[in-house]
């Protein structure tokens, strides 16, 4: 580089461009010395391990094709330079399908498969001759003969079956989705024409457009069907099609095609081209859908020559109108509707974003899952359109929205498509062998463009989940600024509308004090006294002050939150709780402990301590994590409490509420249990703890693991001294203030109907706060009490 630039620099000197050689080198030459500055050799320096990060985001990109299968086997097809291919089954082994049944999230795979029995796959044949050690982390890693260097045909494609059992904690899973050519039709849209909708989303009526080149194109309406129209709709998540005046845009065609003519005749040439290019440009035409695909490039259709430009002979424009679900309706001041109570049969549980969950079926009035058997694209179309959503972006299996409790009701289910429930498809009765409730099925919906995420923003953060909320106002003038959100009344549930807004997932954190996110220009507090639900799809749709009222109005005090891709989710074992219950009258000289941490009634101060003794209602409470995070303590190990009575730490200061309520709702006992200990107590089958409290260890219960309180340690009851003989609901709440995030709140609580005869105590309908349907758990509320002592 060195002689070669000498060269050039001398050359030019003789011709007097001394400054030319300057330029020269800086343009050229210098970035090329920088880029061959020589390195150390390999051996010299190893080179650094990935960081679980750049491992997350590297994985090589893999999913499992064809049919018939379920959820843990089929073809695999790696995604590879942009486009999808398969594998060759030569030289294919089990040390190959393990490695591949890791990178899908599964723990080892259990067989192999050749001669394409999962279908024939399509395009590239990216490997051949692969050979696994077994231990690699990825195929990418295992010796083959390159990259798309293969001489075997799609009637080789080797596939694999996997353990149905996931990885703890693994992010990705197998996802069901359209198998379409993404290249050959990208997007569609619907561009409004009446000047009313313009101004409103969603957008509901308009011109169908389709991504071409770097605009946008038509498509001819010759032959157009309202099956076209279905597919359209689902795609831009409404459940379905709507008729339309016709006459309307025919006349409006017309008046164009007068002012098009009559302007071509006035104009110059440069102006008639101009016109002449504001012609629609057609690039599909001959659509013919069957109504039942997921996305429009699924239907045979025919496409125009590369310039695009020909004409819809005998047609004009596909004008598209949908009928939006009843989330989406609109009122007549443009507002959204909040989500309303239905009385559906069908629900979505887990889901971070709008449209999105574990799909549970009500029966009997009680909420039950679905099994992942040949569950598919359709079966979850007809899902999502039962719920006012669109058709299914995705047909989740492996329980990746997390898992159910309760009964499972269906499996093998098949819908056509056209169902308008669930319930009318064809399905299978569940048997106790067929499925757990790690193979409960989900569904990701496509779901109408609001433009929500236009007025939040997240400033300061380190990364683009966490920040100070940013939103955006209007201010006297009318004049749209960026402003701030004042953090005093900010809590996890305007945090988790937040992220939903965001579109990041779950709420991790609410913060009420911003200080280490001072990076951005924005100071102004514009918003105070937000409240929400935590059901919301925005902030606009929370409670809030109609004037600033801010205490703490500085930047530094303003809210934030850190948001998660995935999140912990606790649920109470119902019918331990109710097999376990019983009375105890204990000796006060045994219970210093326990009032020392407050776990008994008031009236225990008065008592004539270290003689007589409390009546206590003592119960097992077994917590399981069905999310797909580990449940940890928001405080960190530093600030947990040493209870010396007990000997150990307290990581939460209050875990779980226990209270006796009457008829009325009134609490006429109660108790409440901090963490003595978070730790894995037992998991399931090929789970491996990690939390153990013992020498200091670390705090928290493991995806697939559960917290065990026994009922006959100290605070684990509710001290019923001074209760009557009566009817009782009994309840038990976890994680009561949302100190910890987790997936679904709704699932914490735990209720009971409880009699009390002075002497003995029975439980009876023990479920979890959300098992049932709501007429189900009204009468549950007006339980009258127990004539007798016979449970039925």
């Not at 157009?224 to 339309?244: D, H, I, Y």
């Not at 119960?619 to 007990?646: E, L, M, T, Y």
């Not at 009325?664 to 153990?692: I, M, P």
């Not at 005869?757 to 023990?766: A, V, Y």
Request: charged share 25%; proline share 3%.
């Amino acid at each position: 580089m060195e002689s070669t630039l000498s060269l050039v620099c001398a050359g030019m000197m003789m011709f007097g461009r001394r400054h030319l050689c300057l330029l020269f080198f800086l343009a050229v030459c210098w970035p090329r010395c920088l880029a061959q500055t020589p390195t150390p050799p390999a051996t010299l320096r190893p080179s650094p391990s990935p960081s679980p990060l750049q491992d997350q985001t590297e994985r090589l990109k893999i999913r499992l094709a064809g049919f018939p299968r379920k959820h843990n086997e089929g073809r695999v097809e790696l995604f590879y330079k942009g486009e999808w291919g398969t594998i060759c089954d030569d030289d294919f082994s089990i040390s190959n399908a393990n490695v591949l049944c890791r990178q899908l999230g599964f723990v080892e795979a259990t067989g192999w498969t050749h001669s394409a029995k999962y279908g024939k796959g399509q395009g590239k044949i990216w490997l051949d001759n692969v050979q696994c050690g077994g231990g690699e982390r990825s195929v990418a890693a295992c010796k083959s003969r390159g990259w798309g260097n293969s001489d075997c045909t799609h009637d080789e494609d080797a596939g694999v079956v996997c353990k149905d059992e996931r990885i703890p904690g693994f992010v990705d899973t197998n996802v069901i989705e359209a198998h379409v050519e993404e290249n050959k039709l990208e997007e569609v849209r619907l561009r409004a024409v009446v000047a009313a909708a313009k101004k409103r989303l969603p957008v509901t009526e308009g011109v169908l457009e389709v991504k071409y080149k770097d605009g946008w194109a038509q498509v001819c309406d010759a032959g157009w069907t309202a099956k076209n129209t279905r597919v359209v709709c689902g795609m831009l998540g409404f459940p379905q099609e709507k008729k339309f005046n016709k006459n309307f845009y025919r006349r409006l065609r017309k008046r164009a095609a007068e002012r098009l003519s009559r302007s071509k005749v006035k104009a110059s040439a440069g102006a008639r081209l101009f016109l002449e290019r504001q012609k629609n440009v057609y690039r599909v035409h001959s659509v013919a859908c069957a109504g039942t695909e997921v996305h429009l490039a699924a239907c045979p259709m025919e496409f125009n020559g590369p310039n695009g430009t020909a004409s819809c002979r005998g047609g004009s424009p596909v004008v598209v109108s949908c009928m939006p679900g009843p989330l989406f309706a609109q009122q007549q001041n443009g507002g959204l509707k909040k989500r309303a109570k239905t009385s559906s049969t069908v629900r979505l549980k887990g889901g971070a974003r709008l449209g999105e969950g574990r799909v549970e079926v009500l029966k009997s009035g009680e909420w039950g899952s679905v099994c992942d058997d040949r569950w598919n694209l359709q079966s979850a179309s007809v899902v999502c359109r039962e719920l006012g959503f669109g058709s299914a972006k995705e047909a989740m299996t492996g329980a990746r929205m997390g898992q159910g409790v309760g009964p499972i009701y269906m499996n093998e289910v098949k819908c056509s498509g056209y169902e308008r429930s669930i319930w009318n498809c064809p399905f299978k009765n569940i048997t106790s062998e067929d499925c757990r409730h790690t193979e409960d099925a989900a569904v990701r919906c496509n779901v109408p463009y609001m433009g929500l995420e236009n007025s939040i923003r997240l400033g300061g953060g380190r990364t683009r989940y966490e920040g100070r909320v940013e939103v955006l106002g209007v201010d006297a003038n009318g004049t749209r600024g960026w402003g701030l959100i004042c953090g005093e009344t900010w809590t996890t549930k305007e945090a988790i509308v937040a992220c939903r807004q965001l579109g990041l997932g779950y709420a991790n954190q609410a913060n009420q004090e911003t200080w280490y996110w001072d990076s951005s220009n924005v100071t102004e507090m514009i918003l105070s006294g937000v409240k929400c639900t935590g059901n919301e799809m925005s902030l606009t749709q929370c409670q809030r002050h109609k004037t600033l009222s801010c205490q703490k109005a500085a930047a530094k005090f303003a809210a934030g939150v850190i948001c998660s891709e995935t999140a912990s989710d606790l649920v109470l074992n119902a019918t331990l709780v109710q097999q376990s219950v019983y009375i105890e009258d204990r000796p006060l000289h045994m219970l210093y402990c326990a009032a020392e941490e407050d776990c008994l009634s008031k009236t225990a101060a008065k008592a004539n301590w270290p003689y007589g003794h409390r009546r206590l209602l003592r119960f097992s409470s077994q917590i399981h994590n069905i999310g797909r995070a580990d449940f940890k303590p928001k405080a960190g190990r530093h600030s947990w409490v040493w209870h010396a009575c007990h000997g150990h730490y307290h990581s939460m200061d209050i875990f779980t509420h226990y209270d006796l309520l009457n008829a009325n709702g009134t609490k006429v006992a109660e108790g409440h249990k901090a963490s003595f200990c978070l730790e894995d107590s037992d998991c399931e089958e090929g789970v491996s703890k990690r939390y153990e409290c013992a020498n200091f260890g670390d705090q928290g219960i493991t995806v697939g693991c559960w917290d065990m309180y026994r009922h006959d340690i100290d605070c684990q009851w509710i001290d019923i001294t001074d209760v009557k003989p009566g009817n009782y609901i009994m309840q038990v709440v976890i994680n009561p203030n949302l100190e910890v995030a987790e997936s679904d709140f709704t699932n914490n609580a735990m209720k009971c109907n409880c009699k009390y005869d002075g002497h003995r105590i029975w439980f009876h309908n023990c479920h979890v706060g959300d098992a049932f349907s709501e007429e189900a758990e009204r009468r549950f509320d007006k339980y009258p009490g127990q004539l007798n002592n016979q449970i039925s």
